[in-house]
């Protein structure tokens, strides 16, 4: 779910840059038309044309988004680093800009044509260039007074107990107490410590810088459970680092972000890590979602037009399963079952009913067996060449799941994986799927576990918009019919 609000409030984000993109851009071309031509246009198309909305409002976006700046940055914010990034990114978008005006010429593309230059303090411009001068001074000065005052208000809004991101700090020693204050005194990131876990076996103290101590390191796990947070801060002192693998391999089992605060100066710490940076004290980002930012919008993106396209395209093969599975044995057309998806998040997962009975298909949770007595003819032929998997697009339809990703599973069976076998959650880290790498490799059905476990943690480990389109491809020759769908 806080994966979901960040992307939203992201998407959120981007739609009021563009707005301020869109009137730099607009103030530009008007500056231009009072300095130059005197007077506006008398078709309304100028008015769309030669501000150079169309072209400078979604390069500057997309730029931005590829500099992360619509990135969560409550505990590694700066406004002078994000501003340093806002310029950069309108700096390669203005000169982009200059290289579509020479592809489509000056004229065309913003008009001007037919009036003289202008003489502005000693210097002689035409119309083009004065209002692409005006342009490249404006949109980075637009968008970074925009970004300060929303930072400054968002901050506002944190110092004042809104908008707050609870947390959980692992050590109560010198440097558990170091992240407690510096968080404290840095309101500003909305960031509340909730409780503290001793660093220890056992807790010695019931309280911490007025916060409660709940257990210690063998009470982590209940502790989680009993009282969720949406991150956790390991503040473990150097005398205590030997228990650091046995605190991961607990933290696994849960799906929510895990900070690392080491105790050593920041050369020493692992360079394939995230480290970043509060007020002079270092964090380790050791577990993050893989699809936040530019790349799990642009999956997002595919997701809802692949999946609109999916459904229409299929609609009467849909309609034609549907009354079939009706007709050859009764009950529902399609079966509903609880399934996790992203950040541990349950939702219901749509399939075409394949068994005689809904009660067969939602009872324990096993895996069903080759040549099952209770799957129907129809049935059996559905899920060897896996149509019955077809009304998931509505799941992604709906942001429950993605073309790619880790097929779900559900909570009865994570519950029982999560604790035999580590890394299993960093499944959640990213949305179910219909399709996905373990599945293209013939892993389905009653195979091997720990195999599927590789493939989809290599898949979340190493996501990319090209890998996803690399496993659709194969899912057209390898994922709908084979030998282990049963």
């Known amino acids: 779910m806080l994966k979901q609000q960040h992307q939203a409030f992201a998407i959120l ?17 008007m500056l231009r038309r009072m300095l130059i031509e005197g007077f506006w246009p008398q078709s309304w198309e100028n008015y769309f044309k030669e501000p150079m909305v169309i072209s400078a409002v979604p390069l500057t976006i997309l730029l931005m988004w590829a500099f992360g700046l619509y990135k969560p940055r409550r505990d590694h914010s700066s406004i002078i680093g994000e501003s340093l990034q806002i310029l950069k990114a309108t700096m390669i978008a203005t000169a982009s800009l200059i290289v579509v005006l ?28 004065l209002q692409f001068g005006l342009l490249a001074i404006g949109l980075p000065l637009f968008l970074t007074i925009h970004r300060v005052i929303f930072r400054l208000t968002l901050r506002q809004i944190r110092k004042r107990g809104r908008n707050l991101r609870h947390v959980a700090i692992v050590g109560t020693g010198r440097l558990g107490r170091i992240v407690c204050q510096t968080l404290d005194r840095n309101s500003w990131t909305g ?37 969720p947070v949406d991150a956790v801060y390991l503040a473990i002192p150097n005398r205590r680092a030997a228990i650091m693998p046995r605190v991961l391999k607990s933290l696994d089992r849960f799906a929510l972000d895990v900070r690392i605060v080491p105790d050593v100066q920041p050369r020493y710490l692992p360079q394939r890590m995230v480290l970043g940076e509060l007020d002079g004290m270092p964090i380790l980002s050791y577990r993050e979602s893989p699809t936040t930012g530019l790349g799990g919008i642009t ?73 099952d007595s209770r799957v129907t003819p129809i049935g059996r032929w559905l899920r060897k060449t896996s149509l019955d998997e077809l009304p998931q697009l509505l799941n992604v339809v709906k942001g429950q799941m993605s073309l790619v990703g880790p097929r779900p599973e559900r909570p009865e069976l994570i519950n029982r994986f999560r604790e035999d076998w580590r890394g299993y959650m960093l499944r959640q880290h990213v949305r179910a799927g219909m399709t996905g790498w373990a599945q293209v490799q013939g892993l389905r059905g009653d195979t091997s576990l720990r195999k599927r476990l590789q493939y989809d943690l290599f898949y979340v480990r190493n996501w990319s918009l090209g890998f996803d389109m690399k496993i659709l491809w194969l899912t057209i020759f390898r994922g709908f019919v084979n030998k282990n769908a049963h």
């Not at 984000?13 to 071309?29: E, Q, R």
């Not at 709940?214 to 209940?222: H, N, Y």
Request: aromatic fraction near 10%; glycine fraction near 10%; include cysteine.
């Open 13 to 29: 984000l981007s739609l009021v840059d563009s707005l301020v993109a869109a009137s730099a851009c607009y103030a530009a071309w």
């Open 102 to 129: 020479w592809a489509f010429g000056n004229d065309e593309l913003i008009g001007g044509k037919g009036y003289g230059p202008a003489t502005i303090m000693g210097m002689t411009v035409d119309a083009g260039r």
């Open 191 to 227: 960031i509340h410590v909730k409780y503290f876990v001793d660093h220890s076996d056992q807790a010695f103290h019931q309280t911490c810088l007025g916060r409660p101590v709940l257990g210690g390191i063998s009470d982590l796990q209940r502790v989680l459970e009993s009282d």
């Open 299 to 371: 999956k997002r993106i595919v997701d809802v037009a692949g999946a609109s396209l999916g459904l229409v395209l299929l609609m009467p093969l849909l309609v034609l399963i549907g009354l079939i599975v009706r007709r050859t044995s009764p009950g529902p057309m399609i079966f509903k079952q609880r399934r996790v998806s992203l950040g541990g998040q349950t939702f219901k997962i749509y399939k075409f009913r394949t068994m005689y009975h809904v009660a067969d298909e939602a009872g324990p949770a096993m895996w069903t067996k080759r040549d």
